[in-house]
């Protein structure tokens, strides 16, 4: 009896040792959002909830951020391993300022960008904001594709009453009928159609991609330093961000409980919402065909084409596949 005892301890005590010398043995990073805590952000959350990085031997702290660009500046100074930023900032500032940063996964394959309009304003296309009250906050990376795709429409920006407002403002404006338009992500759809309903409204998006705007968006982007002296862990860690992101759209509701879990301030209802939101940047006809996470040359050129015309840059100062790495996304 003593001796089965003190073999059933020894277990134990390997056991421990064993728990111990894993947990001491999994690899850090440090994941940069590009904004605050929201559903489209669910992917990195449920990665930490639900077990899908520690499963690949990762431990991720994540950084909020405040734009694509402040995402881009921790990236390229070491502050952050990798994280979720806009490629289109990527690609401008790897000529504007030659940052050490990859695109290594796409996450939204279609712009989140769209007008939005009360469903009563007479407003039935894009066409048809000529003249109207626009309003937009100042910092949204919206703004800089803006005369793009009224240009593709047929109008510019002398067409339209343009104004800009706090982000939280958008909404209320459009629900009082302040402005006729509002410019802001899909990712809002619930939120708006919230906001809709307590005033006895409701919304219509036009998104801009429909008008034209096709690009990449959101992305995976990790510094070079990380790539190439942790490669082994970048692979571990896409791997696991494209199961959660799987997993996301799955299972919503228990995704955006995942993620609330993580971040308390923040409800289950609004994550969800924002989750399905989120689920047409990334999971539509762009994958059915290319395949999720895919960065494919026709359309990577495409969005390059798009972001140096929108933002006055020279086409030939960058070649769009200089920014990607496709080696570390897992085979399908």
């Not at 002296?229 to 199961?243: G, S």
């Not at 840059?313 to 570390?328: C, G, H, I, M, Y």
């Amino acid at each position: 009896m003593a001796m089965n005892k003190l073999k059933t301890l020894a277990a134990g005590a390997i056991a421990v040792a064993g728990t111990i010398s894993a947990a001491q043995a999994a690899d850090t990073v440090t994941f940069q959002l590009d904004w605050l805590p929201g559903g489209d952000k669910a992917p990195v959350y449920v990665c930490i909830e639900k077990g899908f990085c520690a499963e690949e031997g990762i431990e991720v702290k994540v950084e909020p951020g405040r734009g694509s660009s402040e995402a881009i500046t921790k990236l390229s100074t070491g502050v952050s391993d990798i994280g979720s930023a806009d490629i289109g900032a990527l690609m401008a500032a790897k000529v504007t300022e030659g940052v050490p940063i990859t695109a290594v996964m796409s996450i939204f394959n279609k712009g989140p960008h769209a007008f939005f309009v009360l469903k009563d304003s007479g407003i039935e296309k894009i066409e048809d904001i000529k003249g109207k009250e626009v309003a937009t906050s100042p910092f949204t990376s919206s703004n800089v594709f803006l005369p793009l795709v009224l240009k593709d429409v047929g109008l510019s920006e002398d067409d339209i009453k343009l104004t800009k407002a706090d982000p939280g403002a958008l909404g209320p404006m459009l629900m009082n009928e302040s402005t006729d338009v509002i410019i802001a992500w899909m990712t809002n759809v619930a939120i708006f159609t919230n906001q809709a309903k307590q005033a006895d409204k409701e919304i219509v998006a036009f998104p801009w991609d429909a008008a034209g705007l096709e690009l990449y968006s959101a992305s995976l982007l990790a510094s070079d330093k990380f790539l190439s002296e942790r490669p082994d862990v970048a692979k571990r860690f896409v791997k696991a961000f494209k199961k959660s992101l799987e997993y996301v759209k799955a299972n919503p509701h228990e995704a955006a409980v995942a993620m609330v879990a993580q971040v308390p301030e923040l409800s289950v209802a609004d994550i969800e919402g924002a989750i399905k939101d989120t689920m047409v940047l990334e999971f539509n006809d762009v994958t059915d065909k290319d395949g999720l996470g895919a960065l494919k040359a026709g359309r990577l050129a495409a969005t390059w084409e798009r972001v140096s015309a929108a933002q006055g840059l020279d086409k030939d100062a960058l070649d769009p596949e200089t920014a990607v790495d496709r080696s570390f996304l897992p085979e399908s």
